[in-house]
């Protein structure tokens, strides 16, 4: 070996010495487990805190009166008379001020319910001087459910009136079941129960393809979510962080149910004044207005029902709400005594193609033999009805009115 290629070799001995120094003196650290220890209150504006059963987390969130959720100032909650919950409920619940209301919304680890559904995050929105704050009640891991539990039913002793969005299906009997395994006493058996999802469908499903909250936010409130997380996803995120301990997946469910809540609480500030006072109702919609006027019909309000009716009709209608508008208005027009209105509404209907038409050509086929004795005109109204529809009932009546028709009416009396 010459000792020109002994040096070059110790030359490339040296330099791979060098490397192999060098990324020894910089390899990373062994990152140390981290404890096992909950590390919400890191990153969730909120505390610790404890009770007789233990431990769990509370986080609030505040808003001033001056606050708009979309199209609604908060401030309008804490106006609004008591007697509107009477109004909304056909009477079956007592006024309540806007002070003993607590809006109640749940996040639990499974849509279907069951016992094995547990509610993890409890929000709880009430009206207070200054505006409205929300309560997010939240167990970090199961064995914390007891004390979350004993927090909210001592939170809600504070008020009469319990407000959710299907929660009556859902939230509530979900909450009774946890108390109930818990050996607690369920605090919603005390509470009266506004369940708005009842009185939203009637004012705007007639008119939306959902009656979703968060389709009711964006519709009617005006308001698009950034960054919100479906609720679908929301208990694959408690189960991300039940086996992380990483809170930072909890600020966007947090996020969801605070806007819920501030949903639900806006949403009721317009809901609650159109069903105590509908005639007064500034509804910008034929649709919502029919809605609003079956209800009426529903509690036996013909008259006023009648009134939304027509504004329905004038404001504007899509063809199969019109004419089923007009057929129902036609029957409590009838009712009454106001058999004029209610043949012109059916002279409408017949003239027309539409579902209703065989059934409007009926009844004025009934007022020409009962009440006209015009067997001639009630015959060609069935003729019309059964070009329409075939049915044994409208074949019997066309031959009664034939036989009636060759009589006549002189040699019949």
Not at 16 to 27: C, F, G, H, L
Not at 180 to 206: E, G, K, M, N, V
Request: proline share 5%; charged share 25%.
């Amino acid at each position: 070996m010459t000792s020109d290629l002994k040096q070059q070799l110790a030359v490339l001995r040296r330099r791979v010495t060098r490397i192999s120094n060098k990324y020894r003196e910089t390899a990373p650290a062994a990152v140390p487990a981290s404890p096992a220890h909950y590390d919400a209150e890191a990153f969730l504006p909120g505390e610790v805190m404890e009770n007789e059963h233990g431990r769990y987390f509370l986080s609030e969130k505040f808003f001033s009166s001056h606050r708009r959720h979309g199209t609604v100032e908060l401030s309008r909650l804490a106006e609004l008379p008591a007697e509107l919950v009477s109004a909304v409920s056909s009477g079956e619940l007592q006024p309540h001020p806007p002070r003993r209301w607590a809006f109640l919304d749940t996040e639990t680890t499974g849509l279907a319910g069951g016992t094995g559904t547990c509610a993890f995050l409890v929000g709880v929105g009430a009206v207070e001087e200054a505006g409205f704050r929300v309560r997010l009640f939240f167990m970090r891991d199961y064995d914390e459910e007891p004390a979350m539990l004993a927090a909210l039913a001592a939170f809600l002793a504070n008020y009469d009136l319990l407000i959710t969005y299907n929660g009556k299906a859902y939230d509530a009997p979900l909450l009774e079941t946890r108390y109930r395994l818990a050996r607690q006493r369920p605090p919603l058996d005390r509470l009266a129960h506004l369940d708005l999802l009842f009185a939203a469908r009637r004012l705007w499903r007639l008119r939306l393809d959902s009656c979703r909250l968060v389709e009711l936010e964006n519709q009617i409130l005006g308001v698009e979510r950034e960054g919100d997380l479906p609720g679908e996803l929301i208990p694959y995120y408690y189960f991300e962080y039940l086996r992380t301990r990483q809170a930072f997946r909890l600020v966007p469910l947090f996020h969801h149910n605070v806007m819920d809540i501030v949903t639900l609480a806006a949403l009721t500030a317009v809901v609650l004044p159109v069903f105590a006072a509908p005639s007064q109702a500034s509804l910008g919609h034929g649709e919502d207005l029919l809605g609003l006027a079956r209800w009426l019909r529903q509690n036996d309000s013909h008259e006023d029902a009648l009134a939304l009716y027509r504004r329905a009709v004038h404001q504007g209608l899509a063809d199969h709400n019109l004419f089923r508008a007009l057929w129902e208005m036609a029957l409590m027009e009838k009712k009454p005594g106001r058999l004029d209105r209610a043949l012109e509404i059916w002279s409408d209907l017949a003239a027309v193609k539409n579902e209703f038409r065989s059934r409007a050509l009926e009844e004025l086929a009934k007022y020409y033999e009962h009440t006209e004795r015009n067997y001639p005109m009630a015959l060609e109204m069935t003729a019309a009805a059964l070009a329409i529809e075939k049915g044994p009932s409208f074949e019997r009546r066309r031959e009664r009115l034939e036989r009636k028709a060759a009589v006549g009416p002189r040699r019949l009396l």
